[in-house]
């Protein structure tokens, strides 16, 4: 490696520019931009990311040349600043910060104020007359360093200093005293390593190579796996002139945004402190002040009020750097003696509505193109945009963690069964319901809760699903609690949780936590989404429908700019009390006669569903899946259960008994399911299209424009579709005939089972639209079922065998390959055949991607992720997918 | 229609021939050609299948010409015997008898004697001068007319015979009585229809019409249906002149057989009747005689010595018949006043034993080429030439039905625990096994049984899988039945077999029987069978390896001609008690130590089986497979054996039920077994592998060739495959290191998931072999688990939605494009990747000819399958699948 290892900025001139991210990571690019822009930066210079890859390669040694380039560009600072590195009359002292390509916060370690020791220091308290704050530089170097680099714990320096002042702290200690803590701090290096390095040349390569290390730690690894990051990308060091907020009260320390990172609003937003170091706003020691007073009319110790000029001189410089990186910029800054410097910009991390306006606005300020705009707000995050988030700032203790399943936080009182949840929520109460898993009886009960979180299950378990579709906070398959429904407890690793006591939990992460941690409100202007939704629109060609099985979850898909519904569950229309009880009737019946009879009185609930539904989306298409879940689901499980339902029913407990072990079955998701049933009861469907048709009549009557389409579930075999159409058909045709009002419908199937997919042009021959159902496909594919995956899941995670899971992210590698064949063979034999998924891959940016691709005409997803898809089909059409 | 419809023949000369038998049925077709043979054949004509065709496309109306073409054939009949249709003087006779292109024996109707009337009985009587034999066939005649034709309640001429005559039969009463009958069976008929129709024209238009309708019963549409015989072949109608075998005590009819159909042996074999019609053999009232004492050498009433001429002319045209049609022919003839007359031929029936030694000696007797002996012998018939089949003879009360999972027939006493069945042994009874289903604990139970019934369960389930492999009878899924082991007993329709009740299964059709049902002994010589598979080797490419499991099983697959082993499954090795006991440990493990400490005890256990296998496999490869289910299969269920087990391992049963309650799975079929466990415990499969090379190690020094092969189960992604090769390699390269010996080997993987198939080119990377695990893709791909189709496959079947279960005979339309995907891009991956099949399509016919189609090596099958998979590779090399 004969290259040059080392990049110098100052005074205007930079070897690098915020282009070189790979070579300088982003700290050390952007302070070369910065520099480069005229902005007041300290001149210094950044050890490349290479020279960090070779170190690792090479048994941790320096590259050839290194050390002659670094001693090079300390001399260069050193021109610049007109001190000298170790000098006894006007030293020198620099930081020494890690900065990586991709941000990687908290991870790597930084040195402040290197270059002093005993000489240096009594130099710089002569030169600056200020001994106090040369004292206290010494101290702060000496604590720092021997953390961060000589990996010295730092309850050492506590003891130290407690043995000669008890319990004052430095702020209470005179200079004199200060300068005894860091001789005795000197004392616990000299103890802990043998010997101090008092040349500052050893200082900065020992600095430099414990930000190398501080790459490698088994933390950093994690993080870069988790996060996608390579792992040789390496990390650039950055050494730079000290500045000082510490030199009295004129001078202070701060970081500011160029918006509110919280809302996105064009507000000037920051914090600050006076006579301190940048990491004492970090420590959260002492409370900084804002600003300005935007936020906070009353605030006085504003940087405003108490430093005007630097205030002014901090605004004008923010609206160059917004600008020019045509981003909301997050500036940390010293003010020097009243000197205004930067030492770094980046783009700010934001909250997830406050991307979306900040996207938006910077259209409107002129500053970036609408195609720009777009790709700037990830899909992910609009799930997230009406949602409440933790409080970035509160604590938590978390006591487990699951799969994430439906975005949001949630804080309330632990119950354990739907119906407490209800009389909790009656008291007044606020519940998070914890169940092994959910079922449709606990509809009721999620409905009411603030959140939920399942030990058992996976992204699409019942709990996940039910939860996405009501918008709900929702954790699943935390498999390292354990719930005791008998106690009414659960168990996280050491920790007991009662019924009643408060727990939080973060559906975007999974993690959950003890106690009531305090959460930011849901945003409620969303004209900001409105607007990048509307352009996303434009440009995408896949249209967006969504999951929905009532008339309520309707209307709110539509206001989400659902453009019809790809889903219509019928289930949860079987499980209201009376039509429960006729199911169950129907379930029992000896012959068709009965089951005749039990079916008629479905037929009016039913009915009436479909025609909120069809109100709700009037105009647009409504896909309906006849009947999917196994009969058993419909009969009671546990003993007290059945002897209630049974005397309900008027039937011998034994009868209902005998009728479970007949329909108990060993894998249900394979099971008598779907159009299975279909086929060997027909009277069920036939039920449903009557009511589905009926339905049709009435609203159409009513002057409402229906446009049903009929969803065949789970065929694997082309008679299977074949028969069950043509008693759609024939229900349906006589329904209208009877009324005397056509209504145009289709009758379709949904491609969830991988031999659907390798038969797909047969079954398209009796098909208007397939809809690929990809989580049974999913499920089928790999051969998992998502009640028990989170068996091995998390070891699959954890271990590096999946990445995520492909039910929450589509895999386009396996699955993919099925749906393309499915596509392909479908259009072959209809060249119209419409083309749509109803998975929860229809949510999933990934998915979408691939769905655009391959030619779909309609993705669908439950109603809280339609922006989500919205702006993934734009993304997708935009080629960034 | 202006074309022909009704075929003469006669005198030597006929219109049709055997090629005809499409058009004439094969009755007709056969009769057609014995006449230009120059056999004895009594002259007539066939009604074409085409007529029966019109007649039902036009509502029952004859084709134009039909009945003048049927005059013309009475004329025809009239010249050859001088004798005259309804004829006061010499009267002419015929039968009338369907004849179908395909055999449907006992669907379809005959009327014989017609010509029959008050005048025409007495010009039979006065020209035979045998009044008693022309009033008999009167009575003959009235009541089959009647019956067949008219469809008159047979027990309306039971009641009116018994008013004149009491209990006498008509063998006892005098000819004038005689007479009385048959005026009394007129008046049966006038008062059931109105009339009797004495013109003999009449009669035949009326025969010839029944003859078509029992073309189109419900119960002939459900043979053609259950055995794919086109619905519309239409039946042929054969019009012939009557031959008596009635007409005393020279005169005679039998049914003959050119070998024993029974045996396949080369000998004459046949039963007799003197002075009777054919009709009184087939019936059984009275008791035939054998032809020739070949069999009973005290055979005293023997056609050869009663009618010696006779006998040798049977004897002189049976050579030609069969030579001609190079088959074992069934002859029906007729001797009448000594002269010998063939009234059918065709080939013979006969058991799977017979078949394959018919075709081999017909081979031998330059009769047929090898390849057309092969092409004779069904592949499915070798799996029964060593099993006991049911004596076609016998009579048997059909109380079931369920799917046939292992052919053979079995008698015993009903027990219903794997206990019970080893007691009753114990004491020397018979006993069958019924189970709702069965479980790895009850192998032994099943080892004792003579046969096995469930109640649950597909063609794949643990019943059928094991009972094949033990080549014992076998029904499964017979979800007419519902067993309750409370009380000990089953109903079946309105049955109720108890406990130490006898039934009979055939596990080839999967019909359960009341009581003892008479079986015929498997055959013992298969030195037929071992000749056949010796062509068929020779010209087959795919080779056939058996799935087995200990060395007892790899010796007996050696024997039926097994070149390895495909599939060597090693649960059983934890299912031995002191394994089972350590497994258990294992599964109550808190850490790696005690997982190791338990597994240590399963090592030794399992290298001795493994040796033993080697040995018995030496010089051939050997599949074995990791291990595959769930770990909750090895815990105790019942709470009294939670209890008991728990008491065993000195855990507190809490314990165990916790660890079951964490270990349950919604659907264990995709749940975490296979190389997910491989991957989230490791330690089970080194062990394992540990095993399997300490055994060839052990196996190498002992001089034996050791070819093991080791697969990984349940891939669906490429690191599963790639970590587990990578422990496999480690944990193999040290235990050869450490003794010094090497062995090749391979790693390989199964393609059990649809994702393995379409990302098959990755996983090549990985695997020395495929191994296509046919059932679990035919699951996955269908989306049904074999525990739980029965629930809707018998509706399936009987609905005709599928015509077969996929598990039984391979899905080439869906499963199969997902096989051919793999093998694509497995090959394209790695050209001399080896590519075999070990699901239960490993022996079966259908699959073995797609497998050979898509380029497999070689397939894999229970033992009692080998032969059967030979014939059907070379089959396929054949082009015959």
């Not at 205007?12 to 282009?19: E, L, Q, R, Y």
């Not at 009594?122 to 106090?132: I, M, V």
């Not at 940048?278 to 409370?287: K, P, Q």
């Not at 923010?318 to 910029?329: F, G, K």
């Amino acid at each position: 490696m004969s290259e040059r290892t080392v990049y110098l900025f100052g005074d205007g001139k930079a070897d690098g520019a915020a282009s070189d991210k790979a070579l300088l990571g982003g700290k050390g690019a952007n302070l070369a931009e910065m520099t480069r822009l005229g902005l007041p930066v300290p001149p210094g210079f950044t050890v490349t990311t290479r020279a960090c890859n070779y170190y690792f390669a090479h048994g941790e040694q320096h590259p050839p040349g290194l050390d002659e380039e670094i001693r090079a560009g300390v001399r260069h600072i050193e021109a610049l600043t007109g001190k000298g590195f170790g000098s006894g009359e006007n030293p020198l002292l620099v930081s020494v910060r890690s900065g990586a390509p991709a941000s990687m916060p908290g991870m790597m370690d930084t040195v402040l104020n290197l270059g002093l020791n005993q000489t240096t220091v009594k130099a710089l308290a002569a030169r600056s007359g200020k001994p106090r704050f040369a004292w206290d530089s010494y101290r702060r170097f000496l604590h720092m360093f021997g953390d961060v680099v000589l990996r010295i714990h730092a309850s050492r320096f506590h003891r130290a200093q407690k043995a000669l002042f008890g319990e004052r702290g430095v702020e209470e200690l005179s200079v004199e005293e200060l300068g005894r803590l860091c001789a005795a701090w000197e004392e616990v290096i000299v103890q802990s390593i043998g010997r101090f390095p008092h040349d500052p040349w050893d200082q900065l390569t020992a600095a430099i190579d414990a930000v190398f290390k501080s790459f490698n730690t088994q933390r950093a690894r994690y993080y870069r796996k988790t996060h996608n990051i390579p792992e040789d990308c390496g990390t650039g060091v950055n050494v730079q002139a000290m500045v000082f907020g510490n030199l009295g009260e004129s001078s202070a320390t701060g970081v500011a945004f160029t918006r509110d990172p919280n809302t996105g609003e064009r507000i000037f937003f920051g914090e600050w402190l006076p006579n301190a170091q940048g990491e004492d706003v970090v420590a959260g020691l002492v409370t900084p002040h804002p600003v300005n007073n935007l936020r906070d009319p009353d605030a006085q110790e504003t940087l405003e009020r108490r430093m005007p000029a630097a205030y002014a001189e901090l605004i004008r410089l923010q609206a160059i750097l917004e600008r020019h990186y045509r981003d909301m910029q997050d500036i940390e800054f010293t003010v020097e003696e009243g000197r205004l410097y930067l030492l770094q910009t980046r783009n700010g991390k934001r909250t997830p509505a406050a991307s979306v306006r900040i996207a938006v606005e910077l259209v409107e300020d002129g500053v970036i193109t609408i195609e720009q705009a777009l790709a700037r707000v990830d899909p992910k995050l609009l799930e997230l945009v009406l949602r409440p988030v933790l409080d970035p700032k509160a604590k938590r203790k978390v006591i487990g963690k699951g799969l994430p399943a439906s975005p949001g936080a949630a804080s309330g009182r632990v119950v354990f069964h739907a119906d407490e949840a209800q009389e909790s929520v009656d008291r007044g109460e606020q519940v998070v319901l914890v169940r092994m898993e959910t079922s449709p009886e606990d509809i009721q009960g999620m409905t009411v809760s603030a959140g939920i979180l399942t030990s058992r299950g996976g992204q699409t378990s019942h709990a996940a699903v039910v939860a996405r579709g009501m918008g709900k906070p929702c954790v699943v398959g935390a498999t390292d609690i354990v719930v005791d429904y008998e106690r009414q407890l659960f168990y996280a690793g050491d920790e007991v949780i009662r019924r009643g006591m408060w727990i939080t939990i973060d559906g975007a992460t999974g993690e959950i936590m003890e106690g009531k941690v305090p959460t930011l409100p849901a945003a409620t202007d969303s004209g900001a989404m409105s607007q990048l939704l509307g352009w996303a629109d434009a440009r995408a060609r896949l249209k967006v429908r969504a999951n929905a099985d009532t008339g309520k979850d309707a209307k709110r898909a539509r206001e989400l700019g659902a453009l019809g519904i790809g889903l219509c569950r019928t289930e949860h229309m079987f499980f209201q009390p009376v039509a429960l009880r006729a199911m169950r009737q129907l379930i029992l019946a000896e012959d068709r006669k009965a089951r005749l009879r039990a079916l008629s009185q479905v037929l009016p609930i039913q009915r009436d569903d479909f025609v909120e539904i069809f109100e709700a989306m009037d105009g647009l298409p409504v896909t309906i899946r006849l009947l999917d879940p196994p009969l058993h689901e419909f009969l009671p499980s546990t003993p007290e259960d059945i002897s209630s339902v049974a005397e309900d029913l008027g039937v011998k407990p034994e009868l209902l008994q005998e009728r479970l072990r007949q329909l108990h079955e060993a894998n249900p998701m394979m099971g008598h399911r779907g159009c299975r049933l279909g086929v060997t009861s027909p009277e069920i469907y036939q039920t449903q299209v009557r009511a589905i048709f009926e339905a049709a009549v009435q609203a159409t009557k009513a002057g409402v424009v229906v446009m049903p389409e009929v969803m065949i579930p789970l065929v694997a075999i082309e008679e299977e579709i074949r028969r069950l159409r043509a008693l759609v058909e024939e229900t349906a045709e006589q329904v209208m005939a009877d009324a005397g009002v056509h209504v145009h419908y289709m009758v379709g199937t949904m491609i969830e089972l991988p031999r659907a997919c390798m038969i797909a042009d047969r079954i398209a021959q009796h098909a208007d639209f397939f809809s690929f159902g990809t989580n049974d496909l999913t499920q089928m594919t790999y051969g998992f079922s998502r009640d028990d995956m989170g068996k091995f899941f998390t070891s699959y995670v954890h271990e590096g065998v999946l990445r995520d899971s492909p039910l929450a992210t589509f895999d386009v590698e396996g699955v993919g390959q099925l749906v393309e064949v499915g596509c392909k063979k479908g259009r072959a034999a209809k060249e119209k055949l419409k083309l749509g998924v109803c998975g929860e891959h229809g949510g999933d940016p990934t998915g979408i991607g691939f769905f655009h691709k391959v030619g779909l005409d309609y993705v669908s997803c439950s109603p809280y992720r339609v922006p989500v898809a919205r702006l993934a089909a734009a993304h997708a059409a935009l080629g960034l997918l």
